[in-house]
C-alpha cells in the first residue's frame, strides 16, 4: 500500500482547477492502482506527498517528514510541462513507476 498525502497551494492565482486534478486522478488511480490510498496532508503518515499548485509558481508549503514529492504545478508534473489534457495521466503513471519499483 502506497499512501499519498494531498496537499493543495492557497489558491491565489489559480489557473487550473486543483480539485478536478484531483478528481482525475483518484478516478485514473482506482482502475489500475488499488494498491495507492489518497489521504489529506496531516491526516496521517505517508510515503509520498502529492502537492498540487493551481500556477506554476507552486508556493505551497510542504510539511516536514514526507521526503518524496509529485508536484503539479499549472500544466507541469515534477516541473515538466505536459498541458491541462495530461496532468492527470502523468501523475498516475509516476505512481504507477513507484509502486512498480517498491515491490
Same mark, same amino acid.
Not at 491526516?43 to 510539511?63: F, K, N, W, Y
Given at each position: 500500500?502506497?499512501?499519498?498525502? !494531498? ?13 478536478? =486534478?484531483? $478528481? *482525475? &486522478? ?24 502529492? !502537492? ?13 517528514? =514526507?521526503? $518524496? *514529492? &509529485? ?33
Amino acid at each position: 500500500m502506497l499512501k499519498v498525502a !494531498v496537499k493543495f497551494c492557497g489558491n491565489c492565482n489559480p489557473q487550473i482547477s486543483v480539485s478536478e =486534478i484531483l $478528481r *482525475e &486522478i483518484q478516478e485514473k488511480a482506482a482502475g489500475i492502482l488499488p494498491g495507492v490510498e489518497f489521504v489529506y496532508q496531516g491526516a496521517e503518515e505517508a510515503d509520498l506527498l502529492l !502537492v498540487i499548485s493551481g500556477c506554476p509558481v507552486d508556493c505551497a508549503e510542504r510539511p516536514q517528514g =514526507i521526503s $518524496r *514529492e &509529485i508536484v503539479v504545478a499549472g500544466e507541469s508534473v515534477n516541473y515538466v510541462t505536459c498541458g491541462l489534457s495530461g496532468l492527470s495521466s502523468q501523475v498516475v503513471n509516476l505512481l504507477k513507476n513507484l509502486l512498480n519499483w517498491e515491490e
